[in-house]
């Protein structure tokens, strides 16, 4: 449109110019006749050329050439890192931070010890890691630093809030708490659900420690008067299999409603269940990602996620010993890029112990047996054998039969027991260890009335 009203322009001013250039030659009003015949001339010639020439569509940019082998392309996204599964991780776990706990009380631990340990931690040069990075380095999702710690504080001291927390921000320490329900709010030294909604938002992760804190394996264990009588009224009332629901499942489901929060971990308390294959798989339904015993250790990408990823409990007189070798387990954290967990843990489940896993026995001086011959090549001076409240203990085993045990000669004191077997299997060194009951209405001079043991 632009070109056309240019071109008109140019044509009526030459036709003035002719008109001036005759001018001379003619009179004024042929002059006049002819500029008006030449004038309406042009004007209907130009609205002529306009009807024929109609303005022209608008024209689409070009299309861009299409890539070939001279083109060169886009470049294309950076590819994530590969996952460093020789990566290692070693988990604290903590209870009680007092100034000056009681003798022999083996949950607790001085604020200055534990300020020390967490400098110690970062001296030694370890990445102190959110529970989620954990998880998602073990689904391949996301990398973590070669040597890495998780800190854990359970059960829901109060505690845990105003005295272990200030010491965690000061390193700037991420951390976890594993909170078991019936604790919450419950007085004295307990954390209330403002507080625990106050670390919430502030970033400390809260995951579940069971409904009770009972041994799972043998209900009513481990826990004061007041809340064995409320697990055994849940039993009469749930079923044994209601109850383990309400411990495992119900105390996630409380603890994501209460605080909208989502649970991904559990701690089994004492450790119990851990290698129990029922109780395993009540925790894989019920949601979680993984699971914590207390079985201090090394843990690698791929430790099974409900029964091997282990805790050092750090506490009482032996505190600073348990740190120390929480810290050594990996080596000081230089793994190497191929290196193998230090411990692997035999498969109590597997085994034939006695008294069994979970059970009761009537006779307060029992024999303890276990029969290690579906472990593989056991290395007979490495067998050795630890009970709760007895320490180290003279065990002895059969090298023909693979059966390790030790008959106790004193009574034992009405109470839940864990034993710790320990050797070197296939050249490697593994653990494991399983709970047992005194019955209350034990005599001494009971027998024991537990299935003999057999031998392959």
């Not at 490495?382 to 409240?389: L, P, T």
Request: neutral net charge; contains cysteine.
């Amino acid at each position: 449109m632009r070109r056309s009203s240019s071109f008109i322009i140019i044509k009526r001013t030459l036709v003035l110019l002719a008109l001036v250039a005759i001018l001379p030659l003619t009179g004024c009003q042929k002059v006049k006749s002819l500029a008006r015949r030449v004038l309406h001339l042009l004007h209907h010639s130009e609205a002529a050329t306009a009807q024929a020439s109609p303005t022209p569509a608008p024209t689409a940019a070009p299309a861009p050439p299409p890539i070939t082998a001279a083109t060169p392309a886009m470049p294309a996204p950076p590819v994530a890192s590969a996952i460093n599964k020789s990566a290692s991780v070693i988990v604290l776990l903590y209870h009680r931070f007092e100034e000056h706990p009681r003798k022999g009380d083996t949950l607790a631990i001085t604020p200055e010890e534990f300020d020390k340990e967490m400098g110690e931690l970062k001296d030694a040069g370890f990445t102190v890691i959110p529970m989620q990075d954990f998880i998602a380095w073990r689904h391949g999702a996301k990398n973590i630093p070669a040597k890495c710690a998780i800190v854990t504080v359970d059960d829901g001291y109060l505690s845990g809030y105003d005295t272990a927390w200030p010491i965690l921000k000061k390193y700037g320490y991420p951390f976890t708490l594993f909170i078991y329900i019936d604790y919450i709010g419950s007085g004295g030294k307990s954390i209330s659900w403002e507080q625990l909604e106050e670390m919430r938002d502030a970033g400390v992760d809260i995951e579940s420690h069971t409904y009770s804190h009972s041994h799972l394996t043998s209900p009513g264990y481990g826990v004061d008067a007041q809340t064995k009588a409320r697990v055994e009224k849940d039993i009469q009332t749930l079923g044994r299999e209601g109850w383990l629901h309400k411990e495992i499942v119900d105390s996630k489901k409380v603890l994501e409603k209460n605080l909208g929060i989502k649970v991904d971990a559990f701690a089994y308390p004492y450790g119990t269940g851990s290698n129990d294959p029922h109780i395993r798989e009540i925790v894989k339904e019920a949601g979680y990602d993984v699971a914590f015993n207390v079985y201090g250790r090394r843990n690698g990408f791929s430790f099974p996620p409900y029964d091997q990823i282990g805790r050092y409990a750090v506490g009482g007189d032996t505190a600073p010993k348990i740190f120390d070798d929480a810290i050594k387990m990996i080596g000081g954290g230089d793994t190497g890029p191929a290196a193998e967990p230090a411990f692997a843990e035999l498969a109590a489940a597997s085994m034939i112990t006695e008294p069994m896993e979970g059970s009761t026995t009537n006779n307060t001086t029992p024999t303890v047996k276990a029969n290690l011959a579906t472990m593989g090549a056991v290395d007979p001076a490495s067998v050795k054998m630890r009970i709760s409240g007895l320490g180290v203990v003279p065990a002895t085993f059969d090298a023909r039969t693979k059966i390790v045990s030790y008959a106790i000669t004193t009574p034992l004191p009405k109470d839940s027991y864990t034993v710790i077997l320990s050797a070197t299997i296939d050249g490697k060194l593994a653990e494991t260890r399983w709970t047992f009951n005194v019955d209350p209405a034990a005599k001494p001079s009971s027998p024991d009335m537990s299935v003999p043991m057999s031998t392959p």
